[in-house]
């Protein structure tokens, strides 16, 4: 199917549009095929960012289905989570694997640059950025929560535990009430 095409897919007795997203196929140096484990949508809501299995992520045109940010290879292992900043400026980036490796970054869309967070001893699953831009939550198998300032990459508050359980969702509305 070509890219931005749509067609009719019957789920629970309901019709409903289905687009295929266009792109490269392989989007590795492996020529390995790719998994979204996470997505997220610009404040506009007619662009999309996906994170995948093969380190990286992809951004397209949900108009369209045309792929608009080629893949980024972003983490050593896969990438788990993945939200864009509410002023388009920043991609942030979770991931790592099972062996201990925790990794959190954040992708300046204009300069190419990328900010790594050091602080979590295992995968980071979930992610959330404050409504100003300003701080970034983080929650990881490591059974942490971490708060960081998104300009410095700096931690701001935490490591909060959850006691027995990896940490599954962050709510960044709750960041400021929390440190004030």
Known sequence: ???GSTWSAA?????VDVMTLGGEQRTND?????????????????KMIGGLTNNSFRGWDLQTGEEIVKARFVCEQEVRAVA?????QRVITGGGDWNNLGELKAYEVETGTMKTFDGHSDTVDCIDISVDNKLLASGSHDHTARIWDLNT??????PFECGDGY???????KIRRSLQ
């Open 153 to 158: 990459a700096k931690l701001v508050a935490g």
């Open 30 to 46: 492996k020529e390995e095929e790719s998994d979204f484990q996470s997505i997220s949508y610009f404040l506009d809501g007619k």
């Open 84 to 88: 864009v900043s509410s002023d388009s």
């Open 11 to 15: 789920t629970a007795n309901k019709l």
């Open 167 to 173: 940490v599954g969702a962050v709510d960044s509305r």
């Open 1 to 3: 199917m070509a890219p």
